[in-house]
């Protein structure tokens, strides 16, 4: 525990123990002293000597001065802003040197229950919202409905249905046949039709978003390139078949080829966008479409291609060749004016860890402002919950961060969170 929680410790402790569960919090307001805060980050003002008042869950008002008496949180040496938004994680795994024996002896309820413990240190971390792109189905929508329902402390989490070409990204590979044919999922398809059909099983699985990939991948075992996989009637008839379902696509894609063909088909979200080209720039901005950097996937996947011994010699090749790249591709891309959401691919680097990729971020030329945007509004609006989340405004989420320092002058501030409130309720500093 670090210093400043002392005195936001020894005021979380005046809430009775129901309040300080992940459970909306018991009637009357609670009262949040906020040193410095940027309630909107749109707006990029740093306001000081604010209440935040808290009440059912959601913030009732913003006041001037430091108000309130009864339940009140001191945060009057900290820098509070909205909960953070990662666009981009698997939470039901991490990656590591038992990945390939993991995945065939977990159960999904193992899967489950690791989740528990990942969504646990990333709402800790201060992502108060998560967009799973890619775990079990049964053991995702597991998790978030858990956490939904208070049962289970965690972000929010918009739990992905993948839907993905037969021997592309999201098959499974490098196992015995028998073994590949036992993990092979239902939503892989082949042909436009047969992907609409794999669109509307993942929906009526319980995805409330599709993830799908229109490229090879680094992290799939197999020496297929990173370009184009699916094709363009594949991936338009994926798209229009999510949205009359009501479903946001997201589409992994590095290669150019691949990369633009899911924006000519009206993909949602673009996921890390390696090779993206000026073509891209246009069509990401004619879209309207995000791009998802997730450069600390790169960051994480470059060096253990170095340095792990576990990793598959296609994955290392792989792993080699890309992470450098998507620096420079988030630059061209925020240079051009693309719309960015903040995602890591944590799974790919440790749960609990997510914040390292705002210090990259600025590495690719964002501002700190524009990395806080980025995972707070930008990311918000990219998954259709700007009412709701990604600001702090009378009626919104009570999905609050606080840390020392400044991040607006050095963005790792971020990687060290003293505070966490999710829906009102506290989980960092934690009451067990
Ligand atoms: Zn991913």
Redesign the pocket.
């Known amino acids: 525990m670090r210093k400043m929680t002392f005195a936001a410790l020894a005021a979380v402790l005046l809430v009775p123990p129901a309040a300080a569960q992940d459970a909306p919090a018991a009637a009357g307001a609670t009262y949040i002293h906020a040193g410095r805060l940027l309630a909107d980050p749109a707006s990029g003002r740093v306001e000081t000597g604010k209440t935040l008042v808290v009440e059912g869950g959601r913030v009732a008002a913003i006041r001037d001065g430091f108000v309130g008496e009864g339940r009140v949180i001191d945060l009057r040496d900290a820098f509070v802003m909205p909960g953070f938004i990662d666009s ?3 939470l039901t795994f991490e990656s590591g040197p038992t990945s390939r024996i993991d995945a065939v002896t977990k159960s999904t309820t193992d899967q489950a229950f690791d989740g528990v413990v990942f969504a646990g240190r990333t709402v800790r971390a201060g992502f108060t919202t998560v967009v799973d ?2 775990s079990d189905p049964e053991a995702i929508n597991a998790l978030r409905d858990a956490i939904a329902a208070g049962k289970v402390t965690g972000p929010r989490v918009i739990a992905a249905g993948g839907v993905a070409a037969h021997g592309g990204h999201g098959d499974v590979h490098g196992y015995r046949q028998e073994i590949i044919d036992l993990f092979r999922s239902p939503t892989l398809c082949s042909g436009a039709d047969d992907c609409a059909r794999a669109v509307r099983v993942a929906v009526q699985q319980g995805a409330d978003i599709i ?1 799908t990939a229109s490229t090879g ?1 680094v ?1 799939s075992n197999t020496a297929a390139g990173l370009g184009q996989q699916m094709s363009d009637a594949e991936l338009v008839a994926i798209v229009e078949t999510a949205h009359r379902l009501g479903r946001k696509v997201a589409a ?1 894609a590095h290669g150019t080829d691949g990369v633009n063909a899911a924006l000519r088909a009206g993909v949602d979200s673009v ?2 966008g390696t090779y993206i080209d000026p073509e891209s720039i246009r069509l990401f901005k004619a879209k309207g479409s995000y791009l998802v950097p ?1 450069l600390l ?1 790169g960051d994480t996947v470059s060096q253990q291609a170095e340095t792990a011994d576990w990793m598959p010699a296609p994955v290392r090749a792989k792993a080699r060749t890309v992470g450098p790249l998507m620096v420079d591709a988030l630059r061209r891309a925020h240079q051009g004016g693309v719309r960015i959401a903040f ?1 890591t ?1 944590s ?2 680097s440790k749960h609990g860890e997510n914040a390292r990729e705002f210090a990259l971020m600025v590495k690719a030329g964002l501002t700190p402002l524009d990395a806080i945007r980025a995972a707070t509004v930008w990311g918000a609006a990219h998954i259709g919950l700007e009412g709701e989340i990604g600001s702090l405004a009378a009626g919104k989420a009570a999905d609050i961060v606080a840390v020392r320092g400044d991040p607006l002058a050095d963005v790792t501030a971020l990687e060290t969170v003293d505070f966490v409130m999710k829906g009102g309720a506290v989980v960092r500093p934690s009451a067990d």
């Open positions: 981009h994680v698997h792109l890619g993830k991948g992290m992994h996921e890390h997730t996937a995602g691919d799974a790919v």
